[in-house]
């Protein structure tokens, strides 16, 4: 026979259980709207030509003006810290971060 405590884990499980779908429903929701940030806007696709810099943790892209662009795939640009390069991308709606679809040196 369950006592108590038993039955406040049964609940606990229950209620995990029902909820997962939520849970994944907000996972899926999250997903979608940062997909919607990065899709393709051709308003926003731009070729930007500059030097990649290192800032702590974060890399730049800096060009001969001194505008900078936050890259938002440090993996992807810490080849080229230091160097002049091409990149073809598109910037997130505040026009201060990019997502780099191409880099090549310059």
Do not use: F
């Not at 499980?13 to 940062?34: E, G, K, T, W």
């Not at 390069?85 to 090549?104: L, Q």
């Amino acid at each position: 026979m369950p006592g108590p405590r038993t039955s406040a884990i049964g609940s606990l499980i229950v209620a995990a259980v029902l909820n997962a779908p939520c849970a994944m429903h907000a996972a899926q929701a999250y997903q979608a709207s940062r997909q919607a940030v990065v899709q393709a806007d051709p308003a926003r696709e731009q070729q930007l030509a500059g030097m990649i810099v290192r800032k702590g943790s974060q890399y730049l892209l800096r060009d001969s003006s001194g505008k900078s662009w936050k890259i938002d795939n440090r993996v992807k640009v810490r080849p080229y810290a230091g160097k002049s390069v091409t990149v073809g991308g598109r910037t997130d709606a505040d026009g201060m971060t990019i997502h780099i679809d191409s880099i090549r040196p310059v």
